[in-house]
């Protein structure tokens, strides 16, 4: 198996950086819009063998030195039964959303394992095929719960965090809750055999440096300390530009940034033990391949002598952005050495 | 005149810490709403009676240490002929926005102290009122362009972005004539008597740290070189809690700082002859009285010995904010020597 992205996460990569992209099986590629010609995007999150097409997608057409599972973070909701459905061109929608204590108090306790067994099924399907490590992945307890309480994406967040203010037990039963059905969740995935793991906390960057600590780190936390083998676990949030010394805190194995900070200063702050991740604003690839290079080797060169590197984006791909730009960028990874 | 937060400015202040708001005059306060029933938000900007009017209405409701000029940034556009309109609920709307060089070199050169004149006449008209410093305002250059190019409000200024990293040298034109037209509009305001100013960045934490050096710091820089006396002013932006120590290298008189990050580590990292001013998020105003005196507290106490900190939000007042939380807010600093 490919070693790189598992010697950086361990910070013991003497070869040049790996590099994946999050979201990088998404709609900018022809071959997932072909399939997503023919089902919906929860009929593929929920059909083993299509988690195990979709995840290999990216490593055919482009070589990245990991893959990434295919799923969406909002299967959680949709196992603690609030309704989770995706309406083309707006994203998800939560049918029934949180708004009172409650709401929280009757949510069910499903068992996960039961509840996203075809999650298990997929990663069982496609890691025999991969020759690269499986990262498997959930959203961070913050995250999902502003999903379950606005019941859909949000410019602000506004009822999440009026909730957070007016109720802050009632938010923190929603977020152990969530960070239950984490944990077994991400057990699951490691008994099925992913090599890493990444929560994504996506909308974290609304959020204050105190609130950040006591509404997103701590369940965090808790899930890192929940998990039943000793795997790597990287921590993405956006806001990550200014919250990443505190992740540092909690001692996961890799820290992704977003792509607002420079990575290199970012470095000074962040103990050589944690791996770095990260941080390609997502709209340089609308760029030239000469813009593409030169900002990507502008990282490269910062992070040349880091041995815990992984070259990632600051976020997710974006659906319209070409192929070509992607081959561009790992290209120019793959040829830094 | 109350002399704080002037003497703040200047970070010589050994009173209590000054206080104001951004949009401390907007829709959360009774007697706003009342004057917006009988004008549209546009007429309310273009009727100098209406301006001093409005500038004042926080000022005997809450008794601020500041006023704020009732303005909008997207006055300069509006000047520049691309057709403003503000749809009911739906925030502003550029009728014609820029998508190419063609549309910025055919942009004209308005001259701004008579397109904006009723500007003027409305800091001549509220300034003899004011016991208080006026803060005059204008948009920065980025956040302005962005507007101009989205068209409207924008959740990932993908347009924007688009044009910044395709064609640079084309939103390098456009950042530098809204430059231009802000100095002018800037130094109209100080011959009109205002007392300091304020630059608004609000979109500018979509930008990596090297744009914004080069998109949005360049063109504070101008601006801040460009006006005519030595009038104190404050850079906001939000991504100011990462992007604070770049902004402090054009040495504004104050620099206005964002929710997330912490006001107290961060003045470690501005040097101490530069103000700062902020950062209680502005949803903790949802909360109980309770929880407003404890965070504002929180700030206060951690910035006591500061004599160059100005107290405000991270960010602008939100419209269904009760008045009585803006009561505790501003007493809860008055009361605090």
């Given at each position: ?7 950086a ?11 994946w ?5 998404g ?7 072909a399939?997503?010609a023919?089902?919906s995007?929860?009929?593929?999150c929920?059909?083993p ?18 893959a ?5 973070i909002?299967?959680?909701?949709e196992?603690?039964g609030?309704?989770l ?16 204590l ?21 990663i ?11 990262i ?7 995250t ?13 967040l506004r ?12 938010f923190s ?23 890493a ?8 960057y609304f959020?204050?440096?105190s ?7 701590a369940?965090?936390?808790k899930i ?30 890799g820290?992704?940034?977003?792509w ?8 000074e702050?962040?103990p ?6 990260g ?6 690839l ?23 590197f992984?070259f ?10 070409p192929?070509?730009a ?8 793959k040829?830094?050495?």
């Amino acid at each position: 198996m490919n070693p790189l992205f598992l010697d950086a996460l361990k910070c013991k990569n003497d070869s040049r950086p790996p590099v994946w992209l999050m979201r990088q099986a998404g709609r900018y590629m022809p071959e997932y819009r072909a399939l997503r010609a023919k089902y919906s995007f929860l009929e593929m999150c929920h059909n083993p063998e299509l988690i195990a097409e979709v995840t290999q997608l990216p490593l055919h057409s482009f070589g990245m030195d990991a893959a990434i599972l295919f799923s969406d973070i909002l299967v959680i909701p949709e196992a603690l039964g609030v309704g989770l459905r995706f309406d083309e061109g707006k994203g998800p929608i939560i049918e029934r959303p949180i708004s009172t204590l409650a709401d929280i108090q009757t949510l069910p306790s499903p068992s996960i394992p039961e509840s996203l067994k075809y999650v298990a099924d997929g990663i069982k399907l496609v890691k025999p095929q991969l020759n690269v490590p499986l990262i498997g992945f959930c959203g961070a307890p913050f995250t999902v719960a502003s999903y379950m309480i606005e019941g859909k994406s949000s410019r602000d967040l506004r009822k999440t965090k009026q909730l957070m203010v007016r109720d802050p037990k009632a938010f923190s039963l929603l977020l152990d809750k969530i960070a239950d059905c984490s944990i077994d969740y991400l057990n699951m995935q490691i008994d099925a055999g992913v090599d890493a793991l990444q929560i994504f906390d996506s909308w974290a960057y609304f959020l204050s440096h105190s609130h950040f600590r006591e509404f997103s780190l701590a369940y965090l936390n808790k899930i890192l300390k929940g998990l039943k083998a000793d795997i790597p676990v990287i921590l993405f949030c956006r806001g990550s530009s200014i919250f990443a010394p505190q992740l540092a805190e909690i001692s996961p194995a890799g820290i992704s940034l977003d792509w607002q900070s420079d990575i290199v200063k970012m470095r000074e702050q962040i103990p050589s033990h944690i791996a770095l991740q990260g941080n390609l604003d997502p709209d340089i690839l609308y760029g030239s391949h000469e813009t593409i290079r030169k900002e990507v080797k502008t990282i490269l060169n910062g992070m040349k002598d880091d041995r815990g590197f992984i070259f990632n984006l600051g976020h997710g791909m974006i659906p319209d952005i070409p192929c070509d730009a992607v081959r561009v960028l790992v290209e120019t990874i793959k040829n830094s050495r």
